[in-house]
């Protein structure tokens, strides 16, 4: 098993695209590690930079949403027709049941950038 930094890992456990990380790859996330045995396949994001980095590395169809976006941030034209196929789950900082709500396996948020250590707001 593989013991990788969470930066470096994030988006590429969720891509598949490096040969070099096999399954299961363990990542250390807050206290805690996460292990992830196969890339996850419903996927959704946080705010304008990491919704971004997902629809750039062209991970929209591993997708079911974004939050944090139209409460606080004007979308440009390029990512309104990146996210127009995707729901929004939230327009700020989703509640637990939203994210439950939408069966995800993979919620890609930042370090105080939507997660907090013992979670709340």
């Known amino acids: 098993m593989k013991h990788l930094p969470m930066a470096f890992t994030a988006l590429t456990v969720l891509a ?3 040969p070099a990380i096999a399954h299961p790859v363990t990542v250390q996330s807050c206290d805690r590690e996460v292990t992830f045995d196969a890339p996850p396949e419903r996927a959704a994001s946080n705010d304008v930079n990491l919704t971004e980095m997902m629809l750039v590395l062209g ?3 591993r997708m079911v949403g974004y939050t944090g976006i139209s409460g606080w941030n004007k979308l440009d034209e390029d990512m309104r027709a990146g996210v127009a196929e995707l729901p929004e ?6 509640s ?3 994210l439950i709500g939408a069966d995800l396996d ?3 948020a930042g370090w105080n950038y939507g997660m907090r250590v013992g979670g709340g707001k």
């Open 96 to 98: 637990r049941e939203v």
């Open 59 to 61: 991970l929209t169809d």
């Open 106 to 108: 993979f919620w890609f």
């Open 89 to 94: 789950l939230s327009e700020r900082y989703p």
């Open 16 to 18: 598949g695209v490096s």
